[in-house]
């Protein structure tokens, strides 16, 4: 048995698996937001030891672990993790979880190992070629070519930079245009935000306090949508037809098979989002007549730890970072 | 000995190469602009018989013909080729210049081909991924990884209609905002007319004129340049600006090593061109510290005909269409 954490913003999930890749046990913490990295780990390993238990086992049983984390990852070491504070220096966060685990650790992008499983066990299974698109916090991606993830010189993925308007809305990473910009779950916030100070009414703050999140999630997002708000519907027009421009220029270029979707408002809006998408890629396909298969992410939310679990020490290899 | 033809909207290119890939023959005809398909074939084998000359050998000699075609090809045949007048529906061009010359002729896309050229012989034989593009009349592209050309379902390659700019700019695929309204040499033309009838001073339709040329060529591009003229330079800056942006966004997805830019604009403008594409690229890039290496296509205007003859048949087959 191996386990796969998926190290995000909010939660940490954290499966074990077989050698079938079948969940025998898991568990969720929310991730701490004091105490910088050494509190992630702590809540890392509490995580996988229960885990652990749901499965039968000790966590020092384990053959391995992998772990999806954000941020720039590098020999086991994560720096720039973001949507984790205190997190700017790298980290050596195999090492640490490895010692308070007692098993060996293997590290990973997050968005690619969770599209690695997509492409072994999930929606693109079937596919030999197909463009990931995480739409999240941030708007991730991978581009898998014949089965495999292709990683470039080791940066690939970043779909949510591609320039979809010429100076365009200003991106978090300080250019201009970004898809991110109108797409990311961070601009749409902020986006809110500003319409809401404007004065625009907006449901999306109150349902926030009322969840008692201090973010926009995507949650919020959609009970918003369905109770008709005028300025979260806007907002997501907006960044469904970003997203639909973006996907669509890099079918064009690489003429995949199919288009995944995943990441939380990606898993959140499920099919329905998924159509929308397709359809505004439709518009700008230069071969409309045989357009590329769009699809949700098949494993749903624990495919990032499933990705993750894949990376485990142990096991066969799958493309890394 | 083998033949290579690079099917072009003005002129017809051919070599004769040796085993080795070295021009031993060549010869340059003017593209009919009447008698449609059938013409265009009378004009190949003559090409083909004058550069075979220069070779020192007969036509029939050739162990095969490849052929470097615009438009869409699939079985030898040929349809909606751009820029060659009355040449909607399929034509079996292998079949008739196989006939005309009486050697086995195969056919490609002459982008393809191009960008297969510089990946074997040209300025991608050092990498292992890069992007081409193909600046010309229109922005054609490919994206070659591990030493491949990357084909998808056989339609890859349109980098042209990348969306840079969401609303923005009408193409002449249909379609807005697409990298090609801005860059393709057909789309600057009309730009160019607009402003020309709105009053505003440009030397290009004169010079074209003075040149005996129906269209505004890259020799005419470079000359309005060269003399300082306003319409031209903003034209000119507006497509270096869409190129950086288009190009940055497949490198911030792919993180290819190398750029290599061809076609007849890019071919023209040369090194300084790229530098300057290179220094648009660069506002966009997610990972500025690492751009890849942007140069022009190594083998000038011969290497689409070069291309096509590495499709020539009895040699080691490559990439096609």
């Known amino acids: 048995m191996r386990a796969g954490v998926d190290l995000g913003g909010t939660k940490i999930e954290v499966v074990v698996v077989g050698e079938d890749n079948q969940v025998a046990g898991q568990s969720r913490q929310a991730t701490p937001t004091e105490g910088g990295p050494p509190a992630v780990v702590a809540a890392m390993a509490q995580g996988v030891k229960e885990a652990a238990a749901a499965a039968g086992i000790e966590p020092s049983e384990l053959s391995g672990i992998g772990v999806g984390s954000p941020g720039e990852v590098s020999d086991g070491k994560v720096s ?11 980290f050596p966060l195999a090492m ?76 978090e990473c300080g250019r201009r245009g970004c898809l991110e910009a109108y797409a990311g779950r961070g601009s749409m916030e902020r986006r809110a935000r500003k319409k809401a100070d404007k004065g625009d009414k907006t449901i999306l703050f109150d349902l926030m306090k009322k969840h008692h999140h201090t973010r926009l999630t995507s949650g919020i997002w959609e009970r918003a949508l369905h109770k008709g708000d005028k300025v979260a519907e806007k907002i997501v027009d907006e960044a469904i037809e970003a997203l639909g421009a973006g996907i669509a220029s890099v079918v064009n270029l690489l003429d995949v098979e199919a288009v995944v979707i995943g ?59």
């Open 80 to 90: 720039h993790a973001r949507n984790l504070p205190d997190w700017d220096d790298a």
């Open 96 to 171: 640490e979880v490895g010692e308070a685990v007692g098993a060996p650790v293997a590290v990973g992008n997050d968005v690619g190992v969770a599209v690695d499983a997509e492409a072994i066990l999930g929606a693109g299974r079937d596919h030999h070629s197909f463009l990931g698109v995480w739409w999240g916090t941030g708007v991730g991606g991978a581009v898998v070519i014949e089965g495999k993830r292709w990683l470039g010189r080791g940066a690939a993925g970043e779909i949510g930079h591609t320039v979809i308007k010429l100076g365009g809305r200003r991106c």
């Open 263 to 321: 990441g939380g408002l990606g898993t959140r809006f499920g099919q329905k989002g998924a159509e929308r998408i397709e359809g505004e890629m439709g518009k700008h396909l230069f071969v409309p007549e045989r357009p590329p298969v769009v699809r949700t992410a098949a494993l749903g939310d624990l495919g990032g730890a499933i990705g993750a679990s894949l990376l485990a020490p142990g096991r066969e290899p799958v493309a890394t970072p």
